[in-house]
């Protein structure tokens, strides 16, 4: 049987972030977190397509993380 794929929605919603604390003394949850919104040094600014995954991501350390407007 051929399954089939999801098609990913293209509304344009995007969130910009910014690592602005170090997670050096954050426990290894934290920096897996990090490490999966593509952070890779501190004060990096990214944007993520705005999905409840990625925004339960943000939830979990807004301590060292914070959401940006542009």
């Known amino acids: 049987m051929a399954t ?3 098609a990913a929605k293209k509304s344009g ?4 972030l910014q690592y602005f604390k170090s997670g050096i003394g954050a426990p290894e949850k934290h920096k897996l977190v990090l490490k999966s919104l593509g952070f890779k ?3 990096q600014i990214v944007t993520r397509i705005d999905t409840p995954a990625v925004r339960g991501m943000v939830a979990q350390v807004p301590h060292l993380v914070k959401v940006i407007d542009r």
Not at 13 to 16: E, G, I, N, P, R
Request: proline share 0%; net charge positive.
């Open 4 to 6: 089939k794929k999801k």
């Open 13 to 16: 919603a995007t969130l910009t």
């Open 41 to 43: 040094r501190l004060n």
